[in-house]
């Protein structure tokens, strides 16, 4: 890779053909020096990865790093972990330890084995951490290796986090309990019953002493542990027995948590413990996978009963949210419901690209499957002679689906989507313009006439939001139309959102907004130089020094380079023995 970056460079022609691309791509922003990158937050918050990790490397190359909660959150999210190990090498003196508490969320274990190992890590709550995600079993080992965990009985009322079998089996690991009092082990029963730890329950259930009366086996008892989801097979067929609950309870509540985990271990369990389902019992089940969304159960449950048909069951009655009817991904699923007698009807098309991936291949499946059913005639398609032409089109508006669109539109059925287009032009350009997908709005632009009320009423309501490039396409289409008022809010949006490379574009077609250019000037140190550089090429009159001041308070690198680069301040003077070392250098020069 050296070598070929060596013949490439000291080739001129190859070498301007590249930095004209770079200019080209930066959209006249200012191009930085590698000598300039010396702020490893900007680094990170552009994911220049490779140019920090050679950096990090080379001990003499100048780097800044705020040591703030903020900068070192970026640095935890660092996915390359030699840029983190290099980063803890290079700066060891800098660092404050770290309490291992606040870098948990991170569910990195290399990043904190790391910091652990060479001291810059430490806990300041022995005994508790908390977060709402699921912890590396290895992060664990590592925090009990260190003395930072203790694992006895009370450990899952302290260490507060998702549970998983992994987790569970390093505290069978460590645990050192032998026997758990009555007293306790009912506490850590319920405990486990009702929060997200359930896992832990084949790790303490053979600590506990017995015999232990959890629940007694009343109508109380069985409505008490309705309650909660239960997750665990072994939580379950303990609960049954405890409680000895009849077959018509074990029923009652197996459907009741049916698909609530990936685990359909506690099927079989059941099946063990009664004379078998009813279809009734069979239809409650598939009912309540769709009401969950759980597939994996529902496919677990329709491959254990393949007898059983869905013809006369109104599967969709049983969805509670839009994310029901995600199966429309899931090719092979949509296959085994359709086998299985599953009856969709002509909505069929419409929910299969509202609810689908953006690669439509639900719709595509059925429409392949269901071919002998569809009739394409000049001006409309029917299914079951059921015209569903129109909604296909509306969903796709609604949408932003070009696939399908234009899939209609090699049916022959070109005249039909022009017109319903032309109904809700507006909201199709709205919806491709928030995807910010140039490609798209180029291909419609080209197969459909849009109004110019609507590019305006784009432009002026979103222009802040969509792409510059996107911005670049579609204001050309508004130029006789707009007002300076119109202009003025085009500015007012481009500066509050910084947006330089929409103010350089409408400066470029000679329009200005002197205003917004004033009240920028304030914020100019605390702004990328890019900002800087715009306000010199409009040669304004302010005071450079004041901003030089303002820009080493805060500690903008480039930003005092380019001042100190542009302006001689003869009759001015800065003092830099507070300064940090790599602005300090820049005074010295």
């Known amino acids: 890779m050296d070598l070929l970056y060596r013949i490439l460079f000291r080739d001129k022609y190859l070498s301007r053909l590249v930095y004209e691309k770079i200019k080209e791509i ?52 660092v996915p390359d972990i030699e840029i983190f190990g290099l980063f803890i090498k290079r700066f060891k003196d800098d660092i404050k330890p770290v309490d291992i508490a606040e870098v948990i969320f991170t569910n990195n274990y290399e990043k904190i084995k790391c910091m ?57 690991r460590h645990i050192k309990t ?26 303490f259930y053979p600590l506990f002493e017995k015999p232990l009366v ?29 409680c000895k609950l009849d077959e018509t309870q074990i029923k009652e509540l197996f459907i009741r948590n049916v698909g609530n985990d990936g685990n359909t271990d506690t099927l079989d369990i059941v099946e063990n413990m009664i004379d078998g389902f009813n279809n009734q019992d069979i239809k409650n089940m598939i009912e309540k996978c769709f ?20 013809k006369y069951i109104n599967v969709f009655g049983s969805f509670t949210n839009p994310s029901d009817h995600s199966f429309y991904n899931d090719i092979e699923l949509l296959e085994l419901l359709l086998d299985r007698g599953m009856v969709l ?31 394409v005639n000049k001006n409309q398609i029917l299914y079951n002679n059921i015209d569903i032409t129109r909604q296909i089109v509306k969903i796709c508006c609604i949408q932003s689906n070009h696939t399908i669109l234009l899939f209609m539109m090699d049916q022959g059925l070109k005249e039909l989507v022009e017109n319903e287009i032309s109904s809700q032009e507006y909201w199709i350009l709205t919806n491709f313009s928030h995807k910010n997908n140039e490609k798209v709005i180029k291909t419609l632009m080209k197969l459909f006439t849009f109004k110019i009320k ?37 500015y007012s949006k481009a500066f509050a959102n910084c947006q330089l490379n929409k103010i350089k574009y409408l400066d470029s ?33 302010l005071s450079y020094f004041h901003l030089l001041e303002k820009a080493v308070e805060a500690n903008n690198y480039l930003l005092v380079k380019f001042l100190l680069t542009m302006y001689k301040y003869k009759n001015h003077t800065i003092s830099t023995n507070q300064m940090p070392p790599h602005l300090k250098e820049l005074f010295d020069k």
Not at 40 to 45: N, Q, S
Not at 216 to 233: A, M, V
């Open 26 to 77: 930066h959209d006249g922003m200012y191009i930085r020096k590698y000598e300039d990158i010396v702020d490893i937050e900007w680094m990170l918050d552009h994911k220049h990865y490779g140019i920090l990790k050679e950096k990090l490397k080379n001990n003499n190359s100048k780097l800044f790093f705020n040591f703030n909660a903020k900068s070192k959150r970026k640095l935890f999210y």
């Open 116 to 172: 652990a190992d060479n001291g810059y890590a430490y806990f300041e709550n022995l005994y508790s951490f908390e977060t709402p995600y699921t912890v590396d079993p290895r992060i664990l080992e590592c925090l009990i290796q260190h003395g930072w965990m203790r694992i006895d009985v009370d450990a899952p009322y302290h260490y507060l986090f998702r549970y998983t079998q992994e987790s569970a089996d390093v505290f069978r």
């Open 178 to 203: 032998q026997t758990i009092s009555k007293a306790k082990s009912i506490k850590l029963l319920d405990w486990i019953l009702n929060k997200s730890t359930q896992h832990m329950f084949t790790l």
């Open 214 to 242: 959890f629940l007694p086996p009343t109508l109380e008892s069985f409505q008490q542990i309705l309650k909660p989801e239960i997750r665990d097979p072994h939580l379950f067929e303990y609960l049954c027995k405890e």
């Open 291 to 310: 009401q969950r969304n759980s597939f994996i159960w529902l496919k677990s449950i329709l491959n254990k009963y393949p007898d059983f048909s869905l």
């Open 345 to 375: 009807n002509e909505s069929w098309s419409y929910n299969s690209i509202k609810y689908s991936s953006d690669n439509c291949n639900g719709f595509k499946y059925l429409w392949n499957r269901f071919s002998s059913d569809i009739q």
């Open 454 to 490: 609507d590019y305006k009423a784009i432009v002026l309501n979103y222009g802040f939001t969509i792409s510059t490039n996107l911005f670049k396409l579609l204001f050309p289409h508004i130029v006789h139309s707009i007002s300076k008022s119109d202009i003025d809010l085009l």
């Open 509 to 541: 077609l000679g329009y200005q907004n002197s205003q917004s250019v004033l009240n920028l000037i304030p914020k100019l140190s605390s702004l990328p130089v890019e900002w800087a550089q715009y306000v010199y090429d409009r040669k304004l009159n």
